[in-house]
Structure formats: structure tokens, C-alpha cells
């Protein structure tokens, strides 16, 4: 199917119960990640022999689901993750959401699942960004978008699903971390792994989040934040973290993340901090790091600071990292300086207090 033909028309079927602006306001005032919703959601279904319709904007609410729907035995389900953002001369902005269009069409080719033409996909989410406008936090937060795609056919048998439904759902949201700003400490798995070559890692598939719990409890049991996942072959190569990719930063400044091929998600954060990066004269290298090569560079000194990155957490300093047999810290522990400028650089440019020389910003709604 074409990712750039089509475009569908979205019924409005306005809230009749949406939540008082004095109740949303209080919420706004302790706001964490994922656990409060605005009044509506975008939807539309496909089946095989009609294809993408029914394209609405509703009450948020529960699907009504036959327990034989095939994601709930086979998990054909993929997601992304974007967020919409209140400039401060009063604009409702997306960042890079032609990032997200292209990477949910390459995870639905991966599970086996219908391409949404692009236009589509954007026109849902900016359909709902509108109208939840309101929803958007002043200030620190931002409104965390949820598109996401799921088999909906009643269907036991083993193959693609003949049906699904496309939603779009919203979020505020503040930090993902409990701490805020301050460096989080990640937990190395070495017993578990999240993706190998030729499986779904590449893709932002429900089941890989499922298949990282595991190793998500371990690190919590252990204190940290997060976990970090070594490659499924040698368990040697640092790959990525359960929910967002990894960079590090050297002793001569430069920086080295761990190179996409076939495992990685390829995260719209990582590519546009590579790019702000070069932008700033800084090289950058894609290269395989091995926690044995981590260890020794921050007994040397060679490594100075290590920072998580993605929409939700958008960049995180790393500060201790634990293991079965020890933890380090990385400098002093703290968020670093190249970290704080690069999540200056990139939240600048997404909350349209930079300048955007490469036309990442997308207005929703003008001043
Ligand atoms: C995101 O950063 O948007 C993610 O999808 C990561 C996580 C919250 C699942």
C-alpha cells in the first residue's frame, strides 16, 4: 500500500463529559508520565476488504474487544511515541511527526500489519492535538501522543490479522523520570537481551516493552532507573535501554552511540541529536561500544558522561551504573555539561525557543 495516497475525512464527535478545566488544572499540577488522559482520541479501522475507514475523533474510552481478538493471543501490535508542545508566542507544534509516520509504516511492515498512508497517520494525530489543545501543559511539560495500531480480528489462527484498529491517544506529561533532571543509574542485564538480528527489535512493537519487563523488575530491584541490554550474540555490545537509545561522550568531546543495524530502534531523539551534534562541529560516531571497553574508559577517564535519550525521557544524564558484580560512576555522578547542552539544543528547537534551521518544528495550530 502507498504511504503517501489518500486521505481520509474524520467524523467529530465531540466529548459530552469532558473533564472541568478546574479538575485538569489541578492534574497539571503533579503531572508524571502516562497516567493522566485528555477527552478524545482519534481512531480508524482497516479490513481487508475496505481497507483504512471510519476515521473519527471520540470520546476517549474502552474498545469493546471479542476475547478472540488476535493481538490479545499473537500481540500483532506496534506504537510510537511523539509529542505536541506549547510555544511560548503561543503556537501548538509537533516535532518531526513525518519521523514517526515513516517509522510506524516500517514497524507495520515487520509485523506483518497495514501500511497507514502517511498523510493519514499525521492528519489523526494533529486532529486530536487540535482539539485536545487545551490539554497541553504550560511550562516544563509537553503532551505525550500515543499512536498506536492492534489485530483486531476474532480470529485464533496463526497469520496476519484481517482487521485493526488505529488510535491515537494523549497524555500530559512531565518528566519521565521521578528524579526530574537528576542522572539516573542503570542496571546492565546480562542474563537477558532484549533483540537479535532478524527478529523484532528494529521495530516499535509492543512485545519487544513485554519481552524487557523482566529485566525492567531486576533493574528496579536493584535500585536503578532503567535497564541497559547487551547485544543477544556475544552479550558484549551495549545496544540500547529499555525504552530509549544510548549515547556517550568522550574525553575529547566527541560522541559514540551504538549503530542501528537491525536491532536498534532507530530512535527520532538519537538521529536528531546526531544531526544537532554534527551541527555543532562535534564528531559523532556510530560505532559498537562493549561494556568491558565502558568499564575500562571510565576507570581511564577516557569517558566523561553517558546520557539515555527519547521522545519520553527526552535526554537523561547517566550517572551510576550497576552490574551483577559491581557500579561505577560516570565523572561525578552528575548530569554532565555536553549532556545538558544537547537536551538545551534539542528542547530549544521543539518548544520554538531556537532557532530551526532544518524545519523540524510543524505548527498545528498559529498563535
Ligand atoms: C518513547 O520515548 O516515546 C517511548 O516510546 C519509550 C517508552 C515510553 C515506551
Redesign the pocket.
Known sequence: MNADSSRLSFAVKTNANPMPEAERQAAFGNLGFGTLFSDHMAVIRWHADKGWHGAEIVARGPFALDPASSVLHYAQEI?E?MKAYRTEDGRTVLFRPEENARRFNESARRMAMPELPEADFLAAVEELVRIDAKWIPQGEGSLYLRPFMFASETFLGVRPSREYIFCVIASPVGP?FKGGAKAVKIWVSQNYTRAALGGTGVA?CGGN?AASLVAQAEASAQGCDQVVFLDAAEHRWVEELG??NIFFVMEDGSLLTPPLGGTILPGVTRKSLIALARDQGLTVREERYSFDQWKADVASGRLREAFAC????VVAGIGTVKFADGEFAIGDGATGPVTTRMREALVGIQRGQRPDPQGWVRAVTGA
Open positions: 506504537f511515541g519521565y516499535k516493552y525504552g530509549m527519547g521522545t519520553a525521557a
